[in-house]
């Protein structure tokens, strides 16, 4: 990879370290044989920064794609990438929200799926009634369908509990510290269920 | 395949397409000689480049038959001129070099785009698609791909022919064309065996007009005919004309020779030298190249069809290249000669491309690309496979095919390393825009980004920014993938250094994120761009982008130091004072502002000035002249005051009094930052506006728009001297929040206009910020003038005036309840005027009342005890009416000459604990004062009053007598540490006397009373009443010293005046709390302080406590007194017959009530002992006096065994040993307050003591019409047993 002498000034720019993560995620998987293996190598070997099974980053996001609450997992300083693949995932949001058809059977439903499989992480996205999603960010490349569901709905719960509390105003940003517990402690058991 | 018929599009006239037949042409080699050149030069141009426009036809319309019998016409057709000196590949680095030119002069072009404001999102998504995307980069996509001309695995852009042009200067010119086609001087290609050297030919002599006769040169051209054959050989004439004109409107040059375009070019050529190159070249084409190619397709076709068609030939293929297995790979696959079957289908596949015959191509590179795989030549497989992807493109067939053979070129170009990286890329552009031209732009995105991973950083920044754009024209537009696209090209261009495009990128991707709350992008965005600007060196834009980034609360310490370190980088490189509207740093507070100011209104100190002004307003009603009223008639003029009234939005402030002004200041970051220079934005104007400013009131509200607009520098005071403006200076901490008190003094007579608030931040830079008021929310939200935002905080000045400044001395923070205090009132005059005709207003006098002059020199504590010879009853009869008013004027007299202080006496008392506020205001008249007449001080004061002692009174009737009562006082010390010692109790009014129990000489048995302690008294009280029927309220009552004997205590006299004063107003308000009994009798007791407590006290050592009690009632529930009054022994002969003994029973009414009694005596003793609560009983059971009487007479026969231990059980033996005589029943109604006898009688038959007490007494109230409460209810009737009263008759000595 290119090493620039730009580097050491731009202090606050995404870097080149990050960006090029921010690469690799959005390089899209190709499926079949037609990925040539060595391509592979040249990129960051999959995941070695994080640790096996987690969750990198959830987030919840109002009905105006409003960021209300957002949370990493990481020791990284990644704030920034967290937020542009929270962002972008919203794109695919709004696609799935507005071509229907493709989801058929799920019509009704607030799973909305695997929603971004880059290299690195797996994106998935839920739908409440009130149109505010919810991003999840996972490094775990096979993660099953039904856990990805229960975390959904527990975290929909969590959720809920938190803008039934009368200080909460609706469409601010949910600051609620019991939230953030109650949310970390379920990022946590996320998938130890499915294992045990 | 069939594709969707929607779908369907036509491949020639797409973006692609046109490409394809421009690039994709059949390249013409060009030798030239020396002086051939020479003579183009003199035009400012090389010979290629003199022939280049004409070598595009858009018309040429030549019939082209190839393999097919079919024959077709072909419209568009190029030529490729190229040197045969640059016909081998580029080097890498040069190609970088001329790529990044390219990047590099497009973006000194956008300079001028930077200045201007970034574009909205509406105009993105309004342009269309050719102007979205900027033209260098269709430019840099050409150049790129231009860089992998000449590769040796494909065939169609190796010349077809070979142009050899002499000068007709040139000595012995057909051996020039001779020694042109050497073999040293040709490509590479050519000489190791990638290409045919046996190349079609074309001889050109070309002549100049300038340097020999035409002759000449057609002497030359028929030698070269005889020499070369007629048809090959041609003749040129350039430069016929003088050098007059510029041809420029021909697209002479090239991209990459730009730099010579600033000679004149084309000088020398005229009309017909033009023509003549026209002719030659499309005759070059037509007669020529075409029919060359379509001849030598169609030999090839016959041989390949020969050697590889067929069932027979493949079988043999197959064979032979299993055979081929064995030997050795090369690195790059193996090599092959122009003469290999490979080879020559690869000719035949690109030749018949060239001339449009793409199922002829497409079957050839279909044919050839599973030899090469076989093979495992994979430059050469991706090759055809890119080709076979584009044939299936231009004959716009199975779109899944097209897409899977460029992908697999792709991926194999990828799969070579980085040999066939630059061949992936344009593969890649060819896939992108055969994508885009099928409207899959999203596919194309990712493609575009699947390149910029292979490229280096510059091209992968177009590339990505390429993406972007794609993601844009999407439908729906994929806004956020073509913002995020863009931060990435961005950044990628900042890193090869190229920050006009850097910023470029992100000042498009802003609008994405525009408004949204993603704060930590828009951050990262704007400070970027604030950056690089800053290294452009165009600050003041930097500074705009800054400035969006300052307020960043959510980012972590280290990035807000970054971003705050270089924005002050950027100020100072900026190298004057910046001032910025609306600086984000500190964050004020709107909402927190407050004007403080003193027109008529003035305040002891800036804490008064908190309170509501409706609490003031309540509080002078009565002592301010009422403003309204001014006018009686609707002839009179407007009062001379009348421009301070006309306009209610003005405020009045006084000239030298400054107005203050409290503003929150927050910051909003982790790091300190420091704030210097904070001050006010005033404008003073001078006298003459206050005549027409009625009119001016309009004229200003107009020019404020337009103010608000400039920084404060243009409208900076010029005159210091009539305004002072306070300047703080104050640092904040991380997230630090300070109200800053600002405060400017006009100093002379004008209007006064408070704009806005201005500060400097780390010295650097200057904040400014305009107060700005949504009229429309003052205009319901707000209420009261002081608190509210005026629309215009404009004061109209006047004249300086006197103003009286005031505090009350001595006054305590805590005291306890109860406290006396003499306190002092200090008014201040500070002008040099007088002030007349001083009021007082007090809002609580149950805790201060003013004194008068007399008290001024008062020995305070000592002054209250009792004289001996002040027996005189000196209390004015009106000074409850006075203290209840509230309004205390000052004596006539008093006035306030300028520079002098005034002390009034104050009287403090403690009434009740908590927390207590209480306001005082003072009002003054000024004289000779046009403006304002009189002002009001107004003060204000908190003070904790603490618990000290709880006294209660228990008033009980003395059973023996009528007229006296029994008190208990219970005492408890309520406080923590101190200790008082008590001094006296008094009883107020002159019907009562009180005293101490004649039975205990020391009323109370220790001296004093320590923390938590509590305790009882006891003392006898006496109504006086019948002796003093007039009922005077006057405080004049009875005292009792408390203490031991021996102490020497003086007695305080209650009857004097504050301590009447206040006792009347404690009597005032704790005749609202007990409400309903009859109020009988008030106690004061007055103790002191031992001052074991010096912390709460600690300038006096010995206060003085008063509590009051006021409204004590006695405690007997039953509305009847009575006394059973008789002989209590008695000497009888029993012998001789039983003794007759009579009594009277004295019943007086207490109860305001006439009461109906019925005495009843009955001879069986009731069983049970409760006879001295028999009063109790029947006042709990109430109203059910009657049920009371039956059960304990059903019970006497039931338990009387039970009651067997019980100490009278010898009384209940048998039969009584007395009984009552005369009437068993009495009844009688009592009026209320009068008293009754009723006589009684019994006979004794045996000597012995008895107790009488069997009789009862029923009462029952009968109520009159006015009072029916609650009280009267349960009062209304009941039983109560007789008193004991012990007969004891002795028999007596007969």
Same mark, same amino acid.
Request: glycine share 4%; net charge neutral; charged share 20%.
């Given at each position: 990879?290119?090493?620039?002498?730009?580097?050491?000034?731009? *202090?606050?720019?995404?870097?080149?370290?990050?960006?090029?993560?921010?690469?690799?995620?959005?390089?899209?998987?190709?499926?079949?044989?037609?990925?040539?293996?060595?391509?592979?190598?040249?990129?960051?070997?999959?995941?070695?920064?994080?640790?096996?099974?987690?969750?990198?980053?959830?987030?919840?996001?109002?009905?105006?794609?409003?960021?209300?609450?957002?949370?990493?997992?990481?020791?990284?300083?990644?704030?920034?990438?967290?937020?542009?693949?929270?962002?972008?995932?919203?794109?695919?949001? $709004?696609? *799935?929200?507005?071509?229907?058809?493709?989801?058929?059977?799920?019509?009704?439903?607030?799973?909305?799926?695997?929603?971004?499989?880059?290299?690195?992480?797996?994106?998935?996205?839920?739908?409440?009634?009130?149109?505010?999603?919810?991003?999840?960010?996972?490094? $775990?490349?096979?993660?099953? $369908?039904?856990?990805?569901?229960?975390?959904? *709905?527990?975290?929909?719960?969590?959720?809920?509990?938190?803008?039934?509390?009368?200080?909460?105003?609706?469409?601010?940003?949910?600051?609620?510290?019991?939230?953030?517990? *109650?949310?970390?402690?379920?990022?946590?058991?996320?998938?130890?269920?499915?294992?045990? | 395949?069939?594709?969707?018929?929607?779908?369907?599009?036509?491949?020639?006239?797409?973006?692609?397409?046109?490409?394809?037949?421009?690039?994709?042409?059949?390249?013409?080699?060009?030798?030239? @000689?020396?002086?051939?050149?020479?003579?183009?030069?003199?035009?400012?141009?090389?010979?290629?480049?003199?022939?280049?426009?004409?070598?595009?036809?858009?018309?040429?319309?030549?019939?082209?038959?190839?393999?097919? &019998?079919?024959?077709?016409?072909?419209?568009?057709?190029?030529?490729?001129?190229?040197?045969?000196?640059?016909?081998?590949?580029?080097?890498?680095?040069?190609?970088?070099?001329?790529?990044?030119?390219?990047?590099?002069?497009?973006?000194?072009?956008?300079?001028?785009?930077?200045?201007?404001?970034?574009?909205?999102?509406?105009?993105?998504?309004?342009?269309?698609?050719?102007?979205?995307?900027?033209?260098?980069?269709?430019?840099?996509?050409?150049?790129?791909?231009?860089?992998?001309?000449?590769?040796?695995?494909?065939? /169609?852009?190796?010349?077809?022919?070979?142009?050899?042009?002499?000068?007709?200067?040139?000595?012995?010119?057909?051996?020039?064309?001779?020694?042109?086609?050497?073999?040293?001087?040709?490509?590479?290609?050519?000489? +190791?065996?990638?290409?045919?050297?046996?190349?079609?030919?074309?001889?050109?002599?070309?002549?100049?007009?300038?340097?020999?006769?035409?002759?000449?040169?057609?002497?030359?051209?028929?030698?070269?005919?005889?020499?070369?054959?007629?048809?090959?050989?041609?003749?040129?004439?350039?430069?016929?004309?003088?050098?007059?004109?510029?041809?420029?409107?021909?697209?002479?040059?090239?991209?990459?020779?730009?730099?010579?375009?600033?000679?004149?070019?084309?000088?020398?050529?005229?009309? &017909?030298?033009?023509?003549?190159?026209?002719?030659?070249?499309?005759?070059?084409?037509?007669?020529?190249?075409?029919?060359?190619?379509?001849?030598?397709?169609?030999?090839?076709?016959?041989?390949?069809?020969?050697?590889?068609?067929?069932?027979?030939?493949?079988?043999?293929?197959?064979?032979?290249?299993?055979?081929?297995?064995?030997?050795?790979?090369?690195?790059?696959?193996?090599?092959?000669?122009?003469?290999?079957?490979?080879?020559?289908?690869?000719?035949?596949?690109?030749?018949?491309?060239?001339?449009?015959?793409?199922?002829?191509?497409?079957?050839?590179?279909?044919?050839?690309?599973?030899?090469? #795989?076989?093979?495992?030549?994979?430059?050469?497989?991706?090759?055809?496979?890119?080709?076979?992807?584009?044939?299936?493109?231009?004959?716009?067939?199975?779109?899944?095919?097209?897409?899977?053979?460029?992908?697999?070129?792709?991926?194999?170009?990828?799969?070579?390393?980085?040999?066939?990286?630059?061949?992936?890329?344009?593969?890649?552009?060819?896939?992108?825009?055969?994508?885009?031209? =099928?409207?899959?732009?999203?596919?194309?995105?990712?493609?575009?980004?699947?390149?910029?991973?292979?490229?280096?950083?510059?091209?992968?920044?177009?590339?990505?920014?390429?993406?972007?754009?794609?993601?844009?024209?999407?439908?729906?537009?994929?806004?956020?993938?073509?913002?995020?696209?863009?931060?990435?090209?961005?950044?990628?261009?900042?890193?090869?250094?190229?920050?006009?495009?850097?910023?470029?990128?992100?000042?498009?991707?802003?609008?994405?994120?525009?408004?949204?709350?993603?704060?930590?992008?828009?951050?990262?965005?704007?400070?970027?761009?604030?950056?690089?600007?800053?290294?452009?060196?165009?600050?003041?834009?930097?500074?705009?982008?800054?400035?969006?980034?300052?307020?960043?609360?959510?980012?972590?310490?280290?990035?807000?130091?970054?971003?705050?370190?270089?924005?002050?980088?950027?100020?100072?490189?900026?190298?004057?004072?910046?001032?910025?509207?609306?600086?984000?740093?500190?964050?004020?507070?709107?909402?927190?502002?407050?004007?403080?100011?003193?027109?008529? =209104?003035?305040?002891?100190?800036?804490?008064?000035?908190?309170?509501?002004?409706?609490?003031?307003?309540?509080?002078?009603?009565?002592?301010?002249?009422?403003?309204? @009223?001014?006018?009686?008639?609707?002839? &009179? #003029?407007?009062?001379?005051?009348?421009?301070?009234?006309?306009?209610?939005?003005?405020?009045?402030?006084?000239?030298?009094?400054?107005?203050?002004?409290?503003?929150?200041?927050?910051?909003?970051?982790?790091?300190?930052?420091?704030?210097?220079?904070?001050?006010?934005?005033?404008?003073?104007?001078?006298?003459?506006?206050?005549?027409?400013?009625?009119?001016? !009131? @309009?004229?200003?509200?107009?020019?404020?728009?337009?103010?608000?607009?400039?920084?404060?520098?243009?409208?900076?005071?010029?005159?210091?001297?009539?305004?002072?403006?306070?300047?703080?200076?104050?640092?904040?901490?991380?997230?630090?929040?300070?109200?800053?008190?600002?405060?400017?003094?006009?100093?002379?007579?004008?209007?006064?206009?408070?704009?806005?608030?201005?500060?400097?931040?780390?010295?650097?830079?200057?904040?400014?910020?305009?107060?700005?008021?949504?009229?429309?929310?003052?205009?319901?939200?707000?209420?009261?003038?002081?608190?509210?935002?005026?629309?215009?905080?404009?004061?109209?000045?006047?004249? %300086?005036?006197?103003?009286?400044?005031?505090?009350?001395?001595?006054?305590?923070?805590?005291?306890?309840?109860?406290?006396?205090?003499?306190?002092?009132?200090?008014?201040?005059?500070?002008?040099?005027?007088?002030?007349?005709?001083?009021?007082?207003?007090?809002?609580?006098?149950?805790?201060?009342?003013?004194?008068?002059?007399?008290?001024?020199?008062?020995?305070?504590? =000592?002054?209250?005890?009792?004289?001996?010879?002040?027996?005189?009853?000196?209390?004015?009869?009106?000074?409850?009416?006075?203290?209840?008013?509230?309004?205390?004027?000052?004596?006539?007299? !008093?006035?306030?000459?300028?520079?002098? @202080?005034?002390?009034?006496?104050?009287?403090?008392? !403690?009434?009740?604990?908590?927390?207590?506020?209480?306001?005082?205001?003072?009002?003054?008249?000024?004289?000779?004062?046009?403006?304002?007449?009189?002002?009001?001080?107004?003060?204000?004061?908190?003070?904790?009053?603490?618990?000290?002692?709880?006294?209660?009174?228990?008033?009980?009737?003395?059973?023996?007598?009528?007229?006296?009562?029994?008190?208990?006082?219970?005492?408890?010390?309520?406080?923590?540490?101190?200790? /008082?010692?008590?001094?006296?109790?008094?009883?107020?009014?002159?019907?009562?006397?009180?005293?101490?129990?004649?039975?205990?000489?020391?009323?109370?048995?220790?001296?004093?009373?320590?923390? %938590?302690?509590?305790?009882?008294?006891?003392?006898?009280?006496?109504?006086?009443?019948?002796?003093?029927?007039?009922?005077?309220?006057?405080?004049?009552?009875?005292?009792?010293?408390?203490?031991?004997?021996?102490?020497?205590?003086?007695?305080?006299?209650?009857?004097?005046?504050?301590?009447?004063?206040?006792?009347?107003?404690?009597?005032?308000?704790?005749?609202?709390?007990?409400?309903?009994?009859?109020?009988?009798?008030?106690?004061?007791?007055?103790?002191?302080?031992?001052?074991?407590?010096?912390?709460?006290?600690?300038?006096?050592?010995?206060?003085?406590?008063?509590?009051?009690?006021?409204?004590?009632?006695?405690?007997?529930?039953?509305?009847?007194?009575?006394?059973?009054?008789?002989?209590?022994?008695?000497?009888?002969?029993?012998?001789?017959?039983?003794?007759?003994?009579?009594?009277?029973?004295?019943?007086?009414?207490?109860?305001?009530?006439?009461?109906?009694?019925?005495?009843?005596? /009955? &001879?069986?003793?009731?069983?049970?002992?409760?006879?001295?609560?028999?009063?109790?009983?029947? +006042?709990?059971?109430?109203?059910?006096?009657?049920?009371?009487?039956?059960?304990?007479? +059903?019970?006497?026969?039931?338990?009387?065994?039970?009651?067997?231990?019980?100490?009278?059980?010898?009384?209940?033996?048998?039969?009584?040993?007395?009984?009552?005589?005369?009437?068993?029943?009495?009844?009688?109604?009592?009026?209320?307050?009068?008293?009754?006898?009723?006589?009684?009688?019994?006979?004794?038959?045996?000597?012995?003591?008895?107790?009488?007490?069997?009789?009862?007494?029923?009462?029952?109230?009968?109520?009159?019409?006015?009072?029916?409460?609650?009280?009267?209810?349960?009062?209304?009737?009941?039983?109560?047993? %007789?008193?004991?009263?012990?007969?004891?008759?002795?028999?007596?000595?007969?």
């Amino acid at each position: 990879m290119q090493q620039s002498p730009a580097r050491s000034e731009a *202090r606050y720019s995404v870097g080149i370290g990050v960006a090029d993560s921010l690469l690799a995620l959005f390089r899209p998987r190709t499926k079949g044989k037609a990925w040539i293996p060595e391509l592979r190598l040249r990129g960051r070997p999959a995941a070695a920064a994080f640790a096996t099974k987690m969750i990198v980053c959830v987030a919840v996001v109002g009905h105006q794609n409003n960021p209300l609450y957002l949370q990493s997992f990481t020791e990284a300083d990644d704030a920034l990438k967290l937020h542009h693949i929270i962002h972008c995932s919203l794109d695919v949001i $709004d696609e *799935r929200i507005n071509n229907p058809k493709k989801s058929g059977p799920t019509l009704n439903e607030a799973f909305l799926g695997l929603l971004y499989p880059t290299e690195n992480y797996k994106v998935y996205g839920y739908l409440t009634n009130t149109k505010v999603k919810f991003i999840m960010v996972t490094t $775990d490349l096979d993660v099953k $369908d039904a856990d990805v569901r229960t975390f959904f *709905r527990r975290f929909h719960a969590a959720y809920v509990d938190a803008v039934s509390n009368p200080f909460h105003v609706p469409g601010k940003k949910i600051t609620s510290k019991a939230f953030a517990q *109650r949310v970390s402690s379920i990022v946590k058991s996320f998938g130890s269920a499915a294992t045990t | 395949m069939s594709l969707p018929s929607e779908n369907k599009m036509d491949p020639v006239n797409s973006f692609l397409g046109r490409l394809l037949l421009e690039e994709l042409t059949p390249v013409v080699m060009v030798l030239s @000689t020396p002086l051939a050149e020479d003579a183009c030069q003199k035009n400012g141009l090389n010979f290629v480049e003199m022939l280049l426009p004409f070598s595009l036809f858009n018309k040429i319309d030549v019939p082209v038959r190839t393999a097919s &019998d079919q024959p077709y016409r072909l419209q568009m057709f190029k030529l490729q001129l190229v040197y045969a000196s640059d016909i081998c590949q580029q080097n890498y680095e040069a190609a970088e070099e001329h790529l990044k030119k390219v990047v590099c002069d497009a973006s000194e072009n956008a300079l001028p785009d930077l200045l201007s404001d970034p574009p909205q999102l509406e105009t993105i998504l309004s342009k269309s698609v050719s102007h979205l995307c900027p033209s260098w980069i269709q430019t840099f996509n050409k150049e790129l791909i231009r860089t992998l001309s000449f590769s040796e695995h494909e065939t /169609f852009d190796h010349p077809v022919a070979c142009l050899l042009v002499v000068s007709s200067k040139d000595e012995q010119p057909v051996n020039r064309f001779v020694d042109l086609f050497n073999t040293d001087q040709l490509p590479s290609l050519l000489n +190791d065996g990638a290409m045919d050297p046996k190349i079609l030919k074309h001889y050109l002599l070309l002549h100049d007009n300038q340097d020999g006769t035409p002759e000449k040169a057609a002497n030359i051209l028929a030698e070269m005919k005889t020499t070369f054959g007629s048809n090959d050989c041609k003749l040129l004439c350039i430069n016929s004309a003088q050098g007059v004109g510029d041809r420029r409107d021909i697209s002479w040059v090239p991209y990459k020779t730009h730099a010579s375009l600033s000679r004149e070019i084309a000088r020398f050529l005229d009309v &017909d030298d033009l023509n003549g190159i026209r002719d030659f070249m499309l005759d070059l084409a037509s007669n020529h190249i075409i029919p060359h190619m379509e001849q030598k397709i169609r030999i090839l076709n016959q041989q390949v069809s020969a050697t590889r068609k067929g069932f027979r030939n493949q079988i043999k293929n197959l064979w032979w290249r299993k055979g081929k297995e064995d030997t050795p790979e090369a690195p790059n696959g193996p090599t092959y000669t122009f003469s290999s079957t490979e080879s020559q289908i690869r000719v035949l596949g690109d030749y018949a491309f060239m001339l449009r015959d793409y199922e002829l191509a497409l079957s050839n590179f279909r044919l050839l690309s599973t030899d090469y #795989k076989l093979d495992k030549a994979w430059k050469h497989y991706a090759g055809v496979q890119e080709m076979s992807g584009l044939s299936y493109f231009m004959l716009d067939q199975s779109r899944k095919e097209s897409e899977y053979c460029m992908e697999n070129a792709f991926t194999t170009y990828l799969k070579m390393g980085s040999s066939g990286q630059r061949n992936a890329t344009r593969c890649g552009l060819w896939w992108a825009e055969m994508l885009k031209a =099928r409207g899959q732009f999203k596919e194309a995105a990712s493609v575009y980004f699947r390149i910029s991973n292979e490229e280096p950083c510059l091209h992968a920044a177009v590339m990505l920014e390429q993406a972007s754009y794609c993601y844009l024209l999407s439908n729906p537009p994929l806004l956020r993938k073509y913002g995020f696209h863009l931060i990435l090209a961005g950044n990628r261009y900042y890193i090869s250094e190229q920050r006009q495009h850097a910023i470029r990128a992100y000042r498009n991707a802003l609008c994405v994120y525009k408004g949204n709350a993603w704060t930590y992008i828009t951050n990262h965005v704007h400070f970027n761009i604030g950056r690089w600007y800053a290294f452009l060196g165009m600050f003041d834009i930097a500074i705009k982008h800054m400035l969006e980034v300052l307020a960043c609360s959510h980012q972590s310490l280290a990035t807000q130091t970054i971003f705050l370190n270089d924005f002050f980088r950027v100020v100072q490189s900026m190298g004057k004072i910046f001032e910025v509207y609306k600086l984000q740093l500190p964050v004020i507070n709107m909402a927190s502002l407050k004007v403080f100011y003193e027109d008529t =209104r003035t305040y002891a100190s800036s804490a008064d000035v908190q309170v509501s002004e409706s609490m003031w307003q309540a509080l002078e009603e009565e002592m301010v002249p009422s403003i309204s @009223t001014v006018r009686s008639n609707w002839l &009179d #003029k407007q009062p001379k005051t009348s421009p301070l009234k006309k306009d209610n939005s003005s405020c009045v402030c006084v000239a030298g009094e400054a107005i203050k002004l409290d503003l929150e200041f927050k910051n909003p970051l982790q790091i300190s930052i420091s704030v210097s220079g904070v001050s006010l934005i005033c404008e003073l104007s001078a006298e003459s506006g206050a005549t027409n400013f009625g009119n001016s !009131a @309009t004229e200003t509200a107009l020019q404020e728009d337009a103010e608000f607009t400039e920084p404060p520098s243009c409208r900076d005071p010029s005159d210091d001297s009539s305004l002072m403006l306070s300047k703080f200076d104050f640092v904040l901490k991380g997230g630090e929040t300070k109200k800053i008190q600002l405060k400017v003094t006009p100093r002379v007579e004008g209007i006064l206009k408070i704009v806005g608030v201005r500060w400097t931040l780390s010295d650097s830079v200057v904040g400014y910020q305009y107060f700005e008021f949504d009229t429309k929310k003052n205009k319901k939200g707000r209420k009261g003038a002081r608190h509210s935002l005026q629309r215009n905080l404009n004061f109209i000045v006047i004249k %300086g005036l006197p103003k009286l400044e005031g505090c009350i001395h001595h006054l305590p923070k805590n005291v306890f309840t109860g406290d006396l205090r003499l306190l002092m009132l200090e008014l201040r005059n500070q002008s040099e005027y007088s002030v007349k005709n001083m009021k007082m207003k007090i809002s609580h006098a149950r805790f201060l009342i003013p004194g008068s002059s007399a008290d001024l020199n008062l020995d305070f504590p =000592r002054c209250l005890e009792k004289q001996i010879s002040s027996a005189s009853n000196d209390v004015p009869e009106n000074i409850m009416e006075k203290s209840r008013s509230l309004l205390f004027s000052f004596p006539n007299d !008093a006035s306030i000459q300028g520079g002098t @202080t005034f002390m009034w006496p104050l009287w403090f008392h !403690a009434g009740l604990c908590g927390s207590i506020s209480f306001y005082v205001s003072v009002y003054y008249e000024m004289e000779n004062s046009t403006d304002m007449t009189y002002r009001t001080l107004r003060m204000h004061y908190n003070l904790e009053v603490l618990p000290s002692l709880d006294v209660s009174f228990l008033i009980s009737p003395c059973p023996s007598r009528l007229q006296e009562f029994l008190v208990r006082m219970d005492i408890v010390n309520r406080t923590s540490s101190e200790t /008082f010692c008590l001094n006296q109790l008094s009883c107020v009014g002159d019907q009562w006397e009180i005293s101490a129990l004649p039975a205990c000489v020391s009323v109370c048995p220790t001296q004093s009373l320590s923390a %938590g302690q509590a305790l009882s008294c006891f003392f006898k009280l006496k109504d006086c009443r019948r002796t003093n029927k007039e009922r005077n309220l006057s405080v004049q009552g009875s005292d009792v010293l408390l203490g031991s004997q021996g102490s020497n205590k003086v007695l305080i006299d209650i009857s004097r005046s504050p301590l009447v004063d206040f006792h009347h107003h404690e009597r005032y308000h704790q005749g609202k709390l007990v409400q309903g009994s009859p109020s009988i009798v008030d106690f004061i007791l007055i103790s002191r302080t031992l001052g074991g407590n010096p912390d709460i006290v600690p300038e006096a050592s010995s206060q003085l406590l008063s509590s009051h009690a006021c409204h004590c009632s006695i405690t007997s529930k039953s509305p009847i007194w009575w006394l059973m009054d008789g002989l209590r022994m008695i000497y009888h002969d029993f012998s001789t017959s039983f003794c007759e003994a009579s009594f009277c029973v004295t019943i007086h009414n207490c109860s305001e009530t006439s009461v109906s009694i019925r005495l009843a005596t /009955f &001879d069986s003793l009731p069983a049970i002992d409760q006879i001295s609560d028999a009063v109790q009983s029947s +006042d709990l059971s109430g109203n059910q006096g009657g049920w009371h009487d039956v059960s304990l007479v +059903d019970e006497i026969k039931v338990i009387s065994n039970v009651q067997a231990s019980h100490p009278r059980k010898p009384l209940s033996e048998s039969i009584s040993p007395y009984v009552w005589c005369g009437a068993s029943s009495t009844q009688l109604i009592l009026e209320p307050g009068c008293t009754a006898e009723v006589p009684l009688r019994i006979c004794i038959f045996t000597p012995g003591t008895y107790d009488l007490s069997n009789y009862e007494l029923h009462w029952k109230l009968q109520p009159s019409e006015e009072r029916l409460g609650n009280d009267v209810k349960r009062w209304s009737s009941g039983t109560s047993r %007789g008193h004991p009263f012990y007969l004891t008759a002795l028999q007596c000595p007969s």
